[in-house]
């Protein structure tokens, strides 16, 4: 596949985006109506999503060594091809609420060009070779990276995630334990945890891409007990980053970079989640034994890792006015002790109670996520993120944090993708049925190819962001729809690799079956799919 196929395909594509966005905007009144048109407005949040992962693989395509990744050009090909099929139908069913033409349709994906594009790389026969060769490799990730500090990254981080993670991945997820303690040391020395952290505050100042190639492989072997441990810290040390006074910074990002604090960010509550500036939590001044501070009053739920953790970020409301919304949050560090298994109390001398449960899950075991009772909880001043100038700034801070966090999940979602295609290479290489071992009929063969190229998209569209990340914060967009279509490519790439087992695909003891389970909950957290659509990608999109 060559550089010609896919040129033309993105440039379609990219033109059809521009013509649904326009119209998408002169619809919602530049975004402020996205509401009254969320059906439309989702449609073009995830279609400019769907190019901007085929521009990012082109892109890729483009420069990536063919003696390192000699597939990235058929990837890249097939992948646009794919999107622009979808695009195609997409737009023609629905063409009056894109406020398009026959016409145009007929001279941008409907045009001979476009279509024959359209054909060669849906090819049934160059998807099958992808996969025969994707088979051959083992299924392993040799995507090209740009530098020797990226790729020696990787090695090292793959090795530690094989040798020391893996063997116990299967374990913990089957007993629903707790990541080991000694695993946790291992990573903190390691450095993984102050990854984001600049060198002045003790982390390793490596910058979004590094950070994302350690998630993903981490990811690859546990999402819960390895990859997703570093988002956490992730979250936490960007919103001190962008509000915390610089006390609170030398304070507090050494500890976070170095893994002596272990961290859990709370903000969903029993009966708020999407609607973030509707939290009810209260922190109300208090002064308890001479030092001034807040007492913490109210539910919280899903807060992952709360009871292992050493720190919760919360985000409570510190202007009681209803009225308020988000103007009336502040984000705080909030201290307790660490504590293993599945409930926890926790009391201060002075009198405050911290109660947490955790509800069982069917995946993402790990670490655990609690509901929480804060009953008259002291947090001292000082712990308010930016302090005094930190008050009603919780909310735009926590959105800060998660877009770091958004951006990881690309990460971990990618390296869930990547461990479901390679343990399935591995079963259909070695299961026989009929006489033949599953690799050599042609719609396994489909399948893997399949299943490479949108792992292929996801990745780079996450390292794309990762790299306009790293150029600068404010790239919280290409965050988001790293997040949004990674999160997917993991669903339905795992669920592929699961039929591919046939009924051992089903059985707990089979890595294939944790994948499937842990996959589902990547597009509910840090915005669940439908907010993260609406409110984050199509408002970033539509909005002035
Ligand atoms: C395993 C797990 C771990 C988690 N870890 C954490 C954590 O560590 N910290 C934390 O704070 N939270 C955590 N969460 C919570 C997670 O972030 C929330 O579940 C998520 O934000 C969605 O909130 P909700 O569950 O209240 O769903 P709701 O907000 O009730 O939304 C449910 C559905 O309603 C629909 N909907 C809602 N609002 C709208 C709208 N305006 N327009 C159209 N449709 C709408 C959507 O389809 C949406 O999917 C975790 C969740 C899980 C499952």
Redesign the pocket.
Known sequence: MSEDGVKPLVTALERVNEKALENARRLTGDGKAI?DF?VQSERVAYLVTEVRAAKALADYAAAANPEVDPLAPDLAEVFAAEVAARARHQVATHLDDFGLTDSFLTESLDSAEIRRLVRTGCSEKRIREIGRRVIAAGGTNSSWLENEMEQLSRESVREFARTEVEPIAQRIHQNDELVPDDLIRKMAELGYFGMSVPEEYGGGGMGNLVMILTTEELSAASLAAAGSLIT?PEILTKALLRGGTEAQKKKWLPRVAAGEVMV?????EPD????VASVKCRAEPGEVGGRKGYLVNGA???????GRADVIAL?ARTDPSPSSGARGLSLFIVEKDPFAGHQFEMRQATGGVLHGKADA?PG?RGMH?YTLGFDGYFVPAENLVGEDGGKGRGFYLQMEGFAAGRLQTGGRATGVAQAALEKTVAYVTERRQFGNPLAEFQLTQWKIGRMAVEIAAARQLTYAAARAMDRSESATLEAAMAKLFASDVAQRVTQEGQLLHGGWGFAEEFPICRYVLDSL?LP????????LE??VIARGLLGK
Not at 300 to 305: D, E, H, I, Q, V
């Open positions: 509401d969320q956490r859990a960010i709370s903000v969903t708020t989640g999407s609607d919280k739920a899903w807060c992952t890792f709360a985000l899950t993402y996520s909950v509910i957290f840090e915005g669940v799919k439908p907010i609406l409110k």
